[in-house]
């Protein structure tokens, strides 16, 4: 069989993106129809700039689901074909079989995988972690960050100085320490994770408590209920046996976290959550001077209802901004952990590791480095545009 | 330019200014027209929305991206200014037409020193020497009477108070000696007594440059002091321009009218002549109803007349200039006594609910904020021997400028902070050192506040009903869900907002609205002694009234103790029993309402009526202004509080003032005043507010 020219290469990437085509149309028509009902999101919808940045993210969230399908994918992201090492895009199968892909669209790499199929699978890695740790370390730095604008004095001078000494560490210093096997045996990510963990449990905790304890009725029900699924999945999640921390039978372990990517989490967590912590800060100290929070405190709220229920909703704006803009550092940090070969295995199809591969033989072969690197600046561009898009759209009327 | 142009400075014509947003195109401004004279101060007043803003923005064609002039023309001196060029218009901005904003600091750049912000003017409009400019300065800063005229230039804007930060601003727009000064609410962010002093010096400095005036102000009383000549504009037109006496005295719309009534002037009781607010809402731009657009709020409305063309400008024969934007002007009796309102009884003062005994709080403030008390420590007395009671259904108002310690009085009393000595007693219960985590719920749902900024006083991400309910929960009223609802709608019933509110959020309310359901939750646990402070100072006029007389109507059954601060006196002296004065942190004056508002007067209050501005010519005032600012509560001066401004000191023997606080005086009937003149003195002061027979 002939190679695919460079036309044939698009027509048929653009075909099996057909799955994420449709799913992108359907929200578009849907967000624009009902935009004047969607609040902040609709709004969205009113700019060129966040509708771009929105697409691009929704592009590489509906490959990354699409592609753990398997719906997406050519060829089995781990597998290698005989002959194809460094192929350059469009080369043809040598035997292929019946049923499977006759080409590899955009080539392969020097273990001769499909390069394609690795950066739709990357995406779903990205994908996964970058939102989820960015979650985690906004719980971190909120819990922290309310109290210490809300409370000030020592408290906040105490934490303030916590929070620059870790951004003043070096971030990749960091990392290096946190995944070298010496320092993973001694348990200390483990130990982290379970400091680091225990803080969304905190927050859904107060949060409940503070809104519902007039209500003893409802409040003690609905706390234990939460508590002890939250405090189960915790404990499956910071517990795994044959390491330091191993509290719960295998039995009750719900699942296991691999320990590379915990690792990773942890990291991404700590090196963020200082950051959040003082954004959060400096909007307590804003927000607690308005007459609301007056209001409240003058008819007896305790001090979590009204940073949780007071004060938080009304700092969500500038916070969602950040949210999204810090997906895109998390995805640029994952890119550079994996770059550096810390964390994730070392056949993990993430685009870092799969950059880092491609590295070697850049100045020969160039595409298989270029295509997880082209994905993760679409990507962090699009959470960039995204960030812009609602910033102007919050400050606008 | 010609300086032998003898027309009228500025010639507004029928103009017309809309913005273009994403959703519609919003008039702002329709066939408005105004002359304003060489020397002339013209008055612009209105609600805000009404487009007053916008006409100056107009005039200085600085509308922005949105704002485009669709009609109409603005002639400066005889020449069109909506036929200029960028270059021409910026030669004229700021050295032929000044504009004074409303907030001083945002005028002032906070990284440039004042004096080298006040030359920059004649240097690029008239490139002089950086002597030349210097001098200038010099001069300007002098006559806006400022102390230490060369300290000043050498000053930062943030080193400045808020008064002196004004007079700079305005000592900027004279530095170019402008044919017309443009004034946006130029003494809104100000205190009164600093307010007046600041009109005084405008109104000299117009005299002595022979300067044109615009000024922009919601304030009818300002306008009387300042103006010639008024226009009153609603929901983007003018709707009656004249001059002072003639649309104060002879009003010719039924908006300037409603207008007057809904103000608290002199004659008005809260009983015997209550206040009457303008019925319904201000209609949004895009909702303007056709015809007349004061027609569905107007008494005198003819449907199918008035609702059926556009109404013009008409000239009310017989009087200068003088022109009104009503049909029906000629046919209305202007001077139909207010009939039909309800007069209520005055409600009678019940037993002794709260009483403070020399309360005092202090502060410590350190020096080191990061190491503790081992730095210097400094007190600042926020509130200072401050005793007084309160009685069941009686309104107690606190009087005083910013700084003055309201605030930190109603804080204590709410339990947010405790206080330093001396004791509160609620019904015979101390509640001094209780803080608020502390007290009962009774205790709390007892004592409630009703917050000054209606923007800032409900959660801008929480439903209007939610809010109330939380407020109920908090202070265990009901016993489910459904009862709790039930009573937030009828909370909403008492402050007669419609029961749809509920599902609102806050932002789809207006000022006055969210006012009320501030009312409404602090009614909520059935409060016994409210606090209010300043509840309507940031409303409109007309919202004002119903706002106040709605305060009194939950008072007055629910039998209330109202402690109410502020620092308008009109408003007080229409609302209140018993009034009490306070100065950087001590009380100076206490007694009920007639005896704090005539002779004898604490310098002070005499001096603070003085300063408020009143919207009625026949009333007189004694011109009395204070010289220079509210000294800081950092650093008190010694003995009397206020002997630094006081223009009775002299008449004290033996620097007295200056060296022991005053002791409280008993006079007559339980009036208090904390001064150290004699009795003589006291007796010979003469009334400051009189109202000329009619």
């Given at each position: 069989m002939e190679p695919l020219s460079w036309f044939e290469i698009i027509t048929r990437v653009l075909w099996q993106f057909i799955p994420v085509w449709i799913a992108l149309i359907a929200v578009f028509v849907v967000s624009i129809r009902y935009k004047r009902r969607l609040g902040l999101y609709g709004k969205l919808f009113d700019s060129t700039i966040g509708m771009i940045g929105f697409a691009l993210v929704m592009f590489w969230v509906f490959t990354g689901i699409f592609g753990a399908m398997d719906?997406?994918?050519?060829?089995?992201?781990?597998s290698q074909v005989s002959?194809?090492?460094?192929?350059?895009?469009?080369t043809p199968l040598m035997r292929a079989e019946d049923g499977?892909?006759?080409?590899?669209l955009f080539g392969g790499d020097n273990l001769a995988r499909d390069v394609f199929s690795r950066m739709i699978k990357g995406a779903w890695v990205v994908v996964q972690i970058a939102p989820l740790a960015t979650i985690f370390a906004f719980m971190v730095g909120i819990t922290l960050g309310l109290p210490a604008g809300f409370y000030g004095g020592r408290l906040d001078t105490f934490l303030s100085f916590l929070a620059n000494l870790i951004l003043a560490f070096p971030v990749i210093l960091l990392f290096y320490l946190l995944v070298t096997p010496e320092i993973v045996a001694t348990g200390i990510p483990n130990y982290m994770a379970v400091v680091l963990f225990i803080f969304p449990i905190v927050f859904i905790a107060v949060l409940l408590n503070s809104r519902y304890r007039t209500q003893p009725r409802i409040r003690t029900p609905l706390l234990i209920g939460v508590l002890g699924i939250l405090g189960w999945l915790y404990l499956s999640l910071i517990s795994e046996s044959?390491?330091?921390?191993?509290?719960?039978?295998d039995f009750l372990d719900l699942f296991n976290v691999p320990g590379g990517i915990l690792v990773v989490f942890v990291s991404v967590v700590f090196v963020n959550s200082p950051t959040v912590f003082r954004i959060v800060r400096g909007l307590a100290l804003d927000i607690k001077t308005r007459d609301y929070v007056a209001a409240a405190q003058t008819r007896g709220e305790g001090a979590w209802y009204i940073m949780l229920w007071e004060i938080l909703p009304n700092a969500r704006g500038p916070l969602i901004v950040d949210l999204c803009l810090r997906i895109g550092y998390t995805t640029i940090l994952l890119g550079t952990l994996g770059f550096f070969g810390l964390?994730?295995?070392?056949?993990?199809?993430?685009w870092g590791t799969t950059i880092n591969d491609g590295r070697r033989l850049l100045q020969i072969y160039l595409h298989p480095a270029l295509v997880p690197a082209l994905s993760l600046l679409s990507m962090v561009l699009g959470l960039n545009l995204l960030a812009d898009g609602l910033r102007e759209e919050t400050l606008r009327d | 330019m010609t300086d032998s142009y003898d027309g009228p400075i500025l010639e507004i014509e029928s103009l017309s200014i809309s913005f273009f947003t994403r959703l519609r195109d919003i008039p702002?401004?329709?066939d408005f027209s105004v002359k304003v004279m060489p020397g002339e101060a013209v008055g612009l007043v209105g609600e805000s929305g009404c487009g007053k803003s916008t006409v100056a923005l107009g005039v200085m064609r600085?509308?922005?991206?949105?704002?485009?002039?669709?009609g109409g023309s603005i002639k400066f001196k005889g020449q069109d200014l909506g036929a200029m060029s960028q270059d021409q218009l910026r030669s004229i901005r700021g050295s032929e037409i000044a504009m004074i904003y409303q907030e001083p600091m945002a005028s002032?750049?906070?990284?440039?020193k004042v004096g080298k912000q006040l030359m920059e003017v004649p240097m690029i409009?008239?490139?002089?020497s950086e002597k030349e400019a210097h001098a200038r300065a010099l001069q300007v800063v002098k006559d806006v009477k400022l102390p230490d005229p060369k300290r000043i230039l050498d000053?930062?804007?943030?080193?400045?108070?808020g008064g002196q930060q004004q007079r700079i601003v305005i000592a900027m727009a004279l530095m170019a000696e402008p044919s017309l000064l443009i004034l946006d609410?130029?003494?809104?962010?100000?205190?009164v007594t600093v307010e007046a002093s600041v009109v005084d010096l405008v109104k000299e400095l117009g005299k002595k440059y022979g300067t044109s005036m615009l000024f922009i102000s919601h304030n009818l009383g300002l306008v009387l002091e300042t103006c010639d000549r008024i226009c009153v504009m609603y929901s983007g037109e003018a709707v009656e321009r004249g001059s002072i006496t003639d649309v104060f005295?002879?009003?010719?719309?039924p908006y300037t009218q409603a207008l007057f009534r809904s103000i608290p002037l002199?004659?008005?009781?809260?009983?015997a002549r209550p206040l009457r607010a303008i019925p319904g809402n201000f209609p949004l731009p895009h909702e303007r109803p056709p015809g007349c657009n004061f027609g569905p709020r107007c008494d005198y409305f003819e449907a199918g007349r008035c609702d059926a063309t556009e109404i013009p400008m008409t000239d009310v024969p017989g009087q200068d200039r003088h022109a009104t934007r009503c049909l029906r002007f000629q046919e209305?009796?202007?001077?139909?006594p207010l009939g039909t309102d309800v007069q209520t009884t005055r409600s009678e003062p019940g037993d002794v609910v709260l009483k403070m005994d020399n309360l005092k709080k202090y502060y410590e403030v350190a020096a080191?904020?990061?190491?503790?008390?081992r730095g210097d420590t400094k007190v600042v007395k926020?509130?200072?021997?401050l005793s007084f009671e309160a009685r069941e259904s009686e309104t107690l108002a606190i009087v005083g400028e910013s700084g003055c310690g309201k605030s930190t009085f109603a804080k204590v009393l709410m339990g947010l902070e405790t206080a330093t000595d001396g004791q509160i007693l609620l019904d015979n219960r101390?509640?001094?050192?209780?803080s608020i985590q502390d007290r009962a719920t009774q205790t709390i749902a007892d004592v409630q506040m009703v917050f000054q900024n209606p923007f800032d006083t409900?959660?801008?991400?929480?439903g209007v009903g939610r809010q109330i309910i939380r407020a109920l929960e908090v202070f265990g009223i009901g016993n489910s869900e459904g009862e709790r609802r039930q009573r937030m709608l009828e909370l909403l019933d008492l402050v007669k907002l419609?029961?749809?509110?509920?599902?609102?959020?806050?932002?789809?309310?207006?000022g006055g609205q969210k006012q009320r359901v501030g009312i409404a939750r602090a009614f909520a646990?059935?409060?016994?002694i409210v606090v209010a402070d300043?509840?309507?100072?940031?409303?409109d006029v007309s919202v004002q009234a119903a706002v106040t007389d709605l305060l009194m109507e939950i008072q007055r059954e629910q039998k209330t103790t109202l402690l109410f601060i502020s620092h308008d006196l009109s408003i007080v002296r229409y609302l209140s029993d018993r009034v009490l004065v306070m100065y950087l942190g001590h009380v100076v004056e206490l007694g009920t309402t007639e005896q704090v508002f005539a002779?004898?007067?604490h310098p002070y209050t005499e001096a603070l009526l003085s300063a408020v501005p009143i919207a009625d010519t026949r009333v007189q005032k004694r011109h009395i202004v204070l010289e220079g600012d509210i000294p800081s509560a950092m650093d008190p001066p010694s003995g009397c509080p206020f002997q630094t401004r006081c223009?009775?000191?002299?008449?004290?023997?033996?620097h007295l003032c200056e060296q022991e606080v005053p002791p409280m005086r008993q006079m007559e009937n339980g009036h208090q005043i904390k001064c150290h003149l004699s009795d003589r003195e006291l007796a010979e002061m003469e009334p400051v507010i009189q109202i000329a027979a009619e």
């Open positions: 719906l997406i994918v050519t060829h089995d992201a781990l002959g194809m090492k460094n192929e350059p895009p469009g499977q892909y006759p080409y590899y044959g390491s330091k921390v191993s509290v719960i039978p964390g994730l295995p070392p056949e993990s199809p993430d | 702002a401004v329709m600085d509308l922005g991206k949105n704002g485009h002039i669709v002032l750049n906070p990284a440039m409009h008239r490139g002089s000053a930062y804007p943030h080193q400045l108070s609410e130029p003494t809104t962010a100000l205190d005295d002879e009003m010719k719309h002199p004659g008005a009781d809260k009983n209305i009796d202007w001077h139909a080191n904020a990061l190491f503790g008390k926020a509130n200072e021997t101390n509640i001094e050192s209780t409900l959660n801008p991400s929480m419609p029961r749809e509110f509920a599902e609102r959020m806050p932002r789809q309310l207006s646990g059935n409060a016994r300043e509840p309507v100072s940031a409303l002779p004898p007067y223009r009775w000191k002299s008449r004290v023997p033996g």
